[in-house]
């Protein structure tokens, strides 16, 4: 059975576990997440974030054990469980003797007695160890589960808890929608969802999906498709359109504004991607394009600033060959740089943009620290874009054109000489791609679409402050870049919407937004480091699998052997 | 008039005075050898030849133009391919991607179908593997590669950087062969070698240099008979 190297194994693994429950104890998520139910007055979000790491530690060192019987995984599951529980209960006791909130403000009684069922903290903790023990060997046993089987019962609980979660924002949607919304209702509590609520969308989900999973296996290979597939398929195409088309209507004005925010930073995204996916440019002080966009629409349209007052779409262009001006300006003297260099100076351009935007010299023609008001939105015919749900549809244009260059881009002479420079300068040079073109072009194009974002933004706030162009932008967009998949393009729409969309729609995780992305970047590199949408090539390169039968045997083997 | 004409170049590396006046010559069909010991300069000749590093004096000439003016990735369009030092693949592209970056200048799609197939019967290691990902190629392939994707430029003169390097004699062996059959259909070749044993076996004129300087120039078969040859490069006593 077990032996002492698995033992060992098991009890590190329990001690990680505890000590992850801890922090997320001891930086408030728990306490803060127990304010949220998922389903009514049972469980809570704070419930599964104590209680899903000994499900998820008793799942992957259970997938560790060689020996996959049932006895051995159970115990190995069950052992780290309670050696997890053990330790998260050491901590109200230590809280009893030592004060800990001098240092962790968020080391409340509220915590512990979370922690300890309300039963204080002996047998509070006795039960916290039985509880994890068992819910460790529960995550074992998922392992022996069929996988269709599991993977049907892991999307039911991600759905049951995505619309838990999302249940005040789902209210407000749904009573939108006049009569039918009363079908909808008694799926929702006061907070979460009612129990019978939770149970029906649990095994409508778990049902479809299970029976799905089994179609999909006998569907032949994708890779042909006859005319009646072309045509589902075509239909589906256009159902997407249409329903994007619907959605600030379905939606509402909340989401819609969501939508819009996912929208400006898929903008964003899809040009740094040229900048730093395609080219291999790594710019941090992207938010100085952004910037400069939205402020050239504010000083051209804001009667405030006085210079002269147009219309948005008069602006427009002015705002665009601003940004891509700066793009060239700063691609220039980084010419030679590379990598950290690079990301250094790009980082500096960025600050230095901000604090122009800031500063009291520049107050007449900026608005310094109060930024510039009443800038014009744009007008269709003699609508005025205002509303979000109207804005969407600026936006969603703005994202197709943007999405339509990058997509061409890629594949183009253009595109290619990218690539061989993100590979390396000096064969590129040698391959006769003109490195100071292609520099700068990639630093054109990525400030291109970065200034279109910010002069959305400033028409969609009618506003721009310089507290917006801080470098939390460059940095959000950058990781939406990488938690998509660098270089991929739908990889930018997945990122925006993980990365973006998620702490909107959970307001307490905006709290811990960076906390959860420095987290999220971390598990990324370690399980899928291409992203969660790669690249093609990124996949190829990442995940090679030559069997090695499958080289030819009469390649001798390269030594290092300096010839002289 | 020869195909490439150095004439009396000093290169600078900030104040190290890397070239000390090097002139050679290269003649339209030739293989010419290049031939000397760690840090002598030959990468540094390449360098200034195809403008990376510009001369401070002297002149580089190919087919009796003055390549001065021109930026170092016109080179490419003016006929002339490097395959350079460490092999220098793209290494996260596939093969075939590098051999099409090897025709990055040119614009007539059907002839480099045609060049492809070539480099293909030349080197039909590369058309087994031509969507596997470079980096992963064994270090012979690579060099393959490295060559090929020059060959796809469609060039007149082929400068290669020690092909040798690295490889396992036997894997040395069949690069130099594929170096003559490229020469036989008529390519010009100047080869940088530290495998001066090999390189002299197949060229057919040699320099020898030495700290930035040629110390001496013949037929490569003379120079395989030379005393000091002999000593300095081929181990012989
Ligand atoms: N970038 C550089 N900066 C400063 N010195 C350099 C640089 N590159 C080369 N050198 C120096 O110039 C001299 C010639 O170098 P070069 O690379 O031309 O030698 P090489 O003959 O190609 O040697 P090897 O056979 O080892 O490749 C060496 O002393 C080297 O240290
Ligand atoms: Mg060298």
Known sequence: MTNKSTLKQLFSAGLINGGIIIFLGLVGMIETFSQRDIVSGLVSMGFILLFLPFFVFGYSIAKKEPDQSLRTVLFAGGLTGLVAGFTTALLPILGQFVNIRDMFMNASPTLYSILNFNQGIYLGGLILMIVSGIIGALGAGFLLIPPRLRNAFLQAVVWTVLLGLMRDLLIVMIARWGAISYIFRWIFASSGLTITGALVIFFLVGVVYYWRSGKKQDLPVKKILSKKQKNIRFGKLVAAVILMLLLPQILGIYFSEILDNVGIYILMGLGLNIVIGFAGLLDLGYVAFFAIGAYVVGVLTSPEMGVIQITFWQALPFALLASVTAGVILGLPVLKMRGDYLAIVTLGFGEIIRLLSLSDWLRPYLGGTQGIQRIARPFIGSLELKTQGQLYYLIVAAILIAGFIAWRLKDSHMGRSWMAMREDEDVAQAMGINLVATKLSAFATGAFFAGLAGAIFAAKLSSAYPQSMNLMVSINVLCLIIVGGMGSIPGVFVGALVLMGSPELLREFSEFRYLVYGALLVVMMLVRPEGLWPEARRKLELHESMEPDALPNDIPTVTENPAG | ?237
């Open chain 2, 1 to 237: 008039m020869p195909m490439l004409e150095v004439e009396n170049i000093h290169s600078y590396y900030g104040n190290i005075h890397a070239l000390k006046g090097v002139s050679l010559t290269v003649e339209k069909g030739e293989i010419v050898t290049l031939i000397g010991g760690n840090g002598a300069g030959k990468t540094t000749t390449l360098r200034s030849i195809s403008g990376i590093l510009k001369p401070l004096e002297g002149t580089v000439r190919f087919e009796g133009e003055d390549l001065a003016p021109f930026k170092p990735h016109k080179l490419v369009a003016k006929g002339i391919s490097m395959v350079p030092e460490g092999r220098g693949i793209f290494s996260r592209l596939t093969v075939a991607e590098n051999l099409d970056m090897g025709a990055y200048v040119r614009s007539d799609k059907a002839e480099i179908k045609v060049d492809l197939e070539r480099v293909f019967t030349l080197l039909p290691r590369l058309k087994e593997r031509r969507s596997q990902v470079a980096g992963t190629l064994s270090g012979g392939e690579q060099q393959m590669l490295a060559t090929g994707r020059a060959l796809m430029a469609r060039p007149r003169l082929l400068l290669m950087d020690e092909p040798s390097m690295g490889l396992a004699p036997v894997l040395v062996e069949s690069i130099f062969e594929k170096i003559v059959e490229i020469n036989q259909e008529g390519m010009t070749i100047l080869l940088v070698e530290q495998n001066a044993l090999m390189a002299l076996s197949i060229a057919h004129r040699g320099y020898v240099m030495q700290t930035g300087e040629i110390v001496l120039h013949d037929k490569a078969s003379n120079l395989q008979t030379n005393k000091m040859v002999q000593k300095a490069y081929l181990g012989m006593e």
